[in-house]
């Protein structure tokens, strides 16, 4: 049976018996989807849409095409945003939290220190409280089918090993495009440096920025290790990432296609997850080999981090509205058991 986000992506429209007895072949036209992504191949985000591409062949009777486009080919995330409102481009799949953009709702994502742990993430994305974004977003000319996983963030840099929030004063941290992560490094005393991910290798080669935070996975398959030296495991941020249809290319589809992509999106989401967590161990310990070093923050230096970004999250709390900050964080009680 699916679940209350696979209802919602399909609308109204489709009749009980689809979302219970699977599409009809015959009804399901040949066409070709081009899903973008930032990531390269090898990453669990690109993982996840190989595994998606399989299960639209497989549902689809061979009819639905998905061509994959990692690495920042069509261009970067806000970018391909931007393609998807105007029809160039089906699919792509990116941050949840740089939808603030377009919704400003979905910024509350992006608060630091939210989770503990992924699955806890899991059980606040895929119910009431992902499902309440996914709903504002047909009006901007998108449509959600499921949140996948990017991870927990942590800070990497090139000038000095970071072990108490001291240390991060000053330096020019890349963030991603998105007021949230530039107001968190900010308000840590880092001068934050909002980049597309595509142009963040060079920057970091050529010194334009000193450091960058991001998961493992995204460190090992990027090889941010070649010019960085220092890495510190903050996990001060977790980012969920939200599988995106251009609701252009949406409404031109059929109820039999619609259920299709679906089906596949929520399939392709409980394999990625499992990919991600298990590469990302896997990734702090090749990080290790790399020659980084790696530091680790003591549980009161964890607390001054969280003490010195309070106003901000207060800040943006009134920005995002504190409505929804609310149910975000009686959604998290309710996870925790709470």
């Not at 009980?16 to 973008?36: C, N, S, Y």
């Not at 070649?226 to 941020?237: A, D, F, S």
């Not at 790696?294 to 970004?309: F, G």
């Amino acid at each position: 049976m699916f679940d209350r986000l696979t209802k919602l992506a399909l609308g109204l429209a489709v009749p009980l018996a689809l979302m219970t007895a699977g599409p009809a072949l015959a009804e399901i036209r040949d066409q070709t989807v081009k899903f973008a992504s930032a990531n390269n191949k090898g990453h669990p985000q690109v993982t996840g849409m190989e595994k998606f591409a399989e299960l639209v062949k497989e549902k689809s009777g061979g009819k639905i095409e998905v061509k994959l486009f990692p690495g920042g080919t069509l261009g970067g995330d806000v970018q391909t945003v931007s393609a998807l409102q105007g029809g160039v481009i089906e699919m792509t799949v990116l941050n949840a939290g740089i939808l603030a953009s377009n919704v400003k709702e979905f910024g509350a994502v992006d608060l630091p220190f939210l989770f503990d742990s992924g699955e806890e993430a899991d059980k606040v994305m895929d119910g009431p409280f992902g499902t309440s974004l996914m709903e504002r977003l047909p009006a901007t000319g998108l449509v959600g089918l499921a949140y996948w996983e990017l991870g927990f963030r942590n800070l990497t840099n090139n000038r000095h090993p970071v072990t108490k929030l001291e240390d991060i004063k000053g330096l020019k941290i890349r963030t991603i495009q998105s007021p949230i992560p530039v107001g968190l490094f900010n308000a840590l005393g880092a001068n934050a440096v909002p980049l597309p991910y595509t142009e963040l290798y060079t920057a970091l080669e050529t010194g334009t920025v000193d450091g960058q935070e991001n998961p493992s996975a995204n460190i090992i398959n990027a090889k941010f290790y070649e010019v960085q030296k220092y890495m510190t495991l903050t996990r001060h941020q977790y980012n969920p990432q939200i599988v995106l249809v251009s609701k252009k290319f949406w409404d031109g589809l059929n109820d039999e296609e619609k259920t299709v992509l679906q089906q596949a999106a929520v399939e392709a989401r409980d394999f990625q997850r499992k990919v991600s967590r298990e590469q990302d161990a896997a990734a702090l310990e090749e990080i290790r080999k790399t020659g980084m070093e790696v530091s680790e923050l003591s549980p009161e230096e964890t607390q001054k981090l969280r003490d010195a970004v309070k106003p901000m999250i207060e800040k943006f709390s009134a920005d995002i509205g504190q409505e929804t900050v609310e149910a975000l964080f009686k959604e998290i009680g309710t996870a925790r058991g709470q």
